[in-house]
């Protein structure tokens, strides 16, 4: 306890001798405290809370006969749009909040300042509505809620027939609007149509089994293309181990030796071969069938014009000595020739099938992008068709919901709590502040005297040097007060004394002139 308490009694001679510090730091503060807590004004709270039934006896008996009204939703719309700023100028002009002269800013300043400053407490589950202002004088504070109570059920009663004849107006002009939606949406979905005259619905397409086709009979065909080149390159190797022409005769008689078959008939039936091939696949109008009837008739028609100048003795008898042909050689050129027709209509479908196939992969892989596009198309036809006929059969029922809500219009609002001034200011009063400006400058000047005695400390006694330095103190010297030092000492504490007294007579006659409302 002494280690406390001698440090803080070293400090009171160190206190006292810097007495006009304290005192000037607590003037200072309490004049500029008290010039804050003077102009501070008390705030008054004002408030009202108003129940609102949205049940209804004709609900049960008129479901599915006509639209129910949503009261609790048409209220809290209301709720929402009680503070617009044309009910905000109401307020003013019904409390004379502003002047008649007031300027048109002051009077925008004034509106901001009320929506900012009133505060709407919705209890959606209770149907429970709480109105409170908070201002600086309690009639008119008081005044603002209770002309926003009076505006909040008046609108709400007003609101319901015209709400009714808005629904109308809204459905008609809904319905004139899909209306225009369904007819661009038919006409977009009729425009996909015809740009893709072969699509039908996303997942309906058969391109992939197609494909699958498509490759089954490429690989049936490869194989068929490699057992025909096989085949030919047999007949190649048969007809190169064949003679030509069998060995020389004469022929018997004088007549020429019997016509053997020619090249130009190899070319003919291998031609013919290969138009009978493509037949199979094609039409007649296909290019490589028109052109091959082309190269035949035109064989043919040489073919003719050999017959004929060799019947009519234009081409030179054979000799009398002539080497027959080989039969075996003439039917491995025709079997060597169709082979090669075979080969080539191989390859020719082959390369069809292909060409097929390349064009359904390009389709395939725009498949995706067009199911997108017609979902999206039949889902926006759709909505706005389901929309459209809900509308119109909602029409009628429209009629009969505002007769409806005209009949049951009544008293939907209850006052639960009128509106009403709270019995005292909110936190903090004036009288409150005053007192703890008071304090705060009491508080300051001790504070900031303690603070410079232990920033520039000054020693009164031995005792403290020698505590203070750890040293010894060989003497001291002793001040002794003339009469006119020990007078001018009495006058500096008489005056300090009346200083203090002033002060806290100050801070009591202010704060009775606040309670006595001397001071508004």
Not at 114 to 136: A, F, P
Not at 182 to 200: C, D, I, M, Q, V
Not at 406 to 429: G, H
């Amino acid at each position: 306890m002494n280690d406390f308490l001698v440090p803080l009694l070293n400090l009171l001679p160190a206190l006292w001798s810097r007495r006009w510090l304290a005192l000037g730091v607590a003037w200072a503060i309490a004049i500029v405290g008290l010039s804050g807590a003077l102009l501070f004004k008390d705030r008054y709270q004002a408030s009202a809370t108003m129940y609102v039934d949205t049940q209804s006896m004709l609900q049960p008996l008129l479901h599915g006969l006509s639209v129910q009204p949503d009261v609790g939703e048409q209220v809290h719309m209301l709720a929402r749009t009680l503070l617009s700023r044309e009910n905000l100028e109401a307020v003013i002009d019904d409390n004379h909040l502003l002047p008649a002269q007031a300027s048109a800013q002051q009077r925008a300043l004034l509106v901001q300042e009320l929506g900012n400053g009133i505060k709407l407490e919705i209890s959606s589950h209770d149907n429970i509505y709480k109105l409170s202002y908070i201002g600086h004088d309690p009639a008119k504070t008081l005044g603002i809620v209770r002309t926003l109570m009076a505006l909040f059920v008046k609108q709400g009663l007003a609101g319901n027939e015209r709400e009714s004849a808005q629904a109308l107006r809204f459905i008609d002009s809904q319905i004139a609007l899909y209306d225009a939606k369904l007819k661009t949406a038919e006409n977009r979905l009729r425009a996909f149509r015809s740009e893709h005259p072969g699509y039908s619905t996303p997942g309906a397409s058969d391109v992939v089994a197609r494909e699958g086709a498509l490759q089954d009979q490429l690989l049936n065909l490869q194989g068929q293309l490699a057992a025909a080149q096989s085949s030919r390159s047999a007949l190649e190797a048969q007809l190169a181990e064949v003679p030509q022409a069998l060995a020389p005769q004469v022929a018997m008689g004088g007549g020429a030796t019997a016509a053997a078959p020619s090249g130009l008939d190899e070319r003919i039936a291998a031609e013919q071969a290969r138009l009978d091939a493509l037949l199979q696949r094609y039409t007649d109008a296909y290019p490589d069938v028109v052109q091959t009837r082309g190269t035949l008739a035109r064989l043919e028609a040489q073919r003719a014009r050999e017959r004929s100048r060799r019947a009519t003795g234009s081409v030179q008898q054979p000799q009398r000595y002539s080497q027959g042909t080989n039969p075996v050689y003439q039917q491995l050129r025709i079997s060597l020739a169709q082979a090669s027709a075979n080969v080539a209509s191989l390859q020719s479908q082959i390369a069809d099938l292909r060409t097929r196939l390349e064009q359904l992969q390009q389709q395939q892989r725009r498949l995706p992008g067009l199911d997108e596009q017609y979902v999206e198309l039949t889902r926006d036809y759709s909505v706005l068709n389901q929309s459209y006929q809900q509308l119109v059969q909602r029409r009628e029922t429209a009629m009969l919901s505002r007769n409806q809500d005209a009949s049951q219009r009544k008293d939907y609002f209850r006052i639960v709590d009128p509106p009403r001034l709270a019995p005292s200011p909110l936190f903090p009063q004036r009288k409150m502040l005053i007192v703890l400006v008071f304090l705060l400058a009491l508080g300051a000047g001790v504070g900031t005297t303690i603070g410079w005695s232990l920033l520039l400390p000054a020693y009164h006694t031995a005792r403290q040097l020698r505590e203070a330095s750890s040293r010894p103190v060989l003497g001291t010297v002793t001040l002794v007060a003339t009469p006119g030092l020990a007078a001018h000492e009495r006058r500096d504490r008489r005056l300090f004394i009346t200083s203090s007294a002033l002060f806290l007579v100050l801070f009591l006659a202010v704060i009775l002139a606040v309670k006595l409302q001397f001071i508004h």
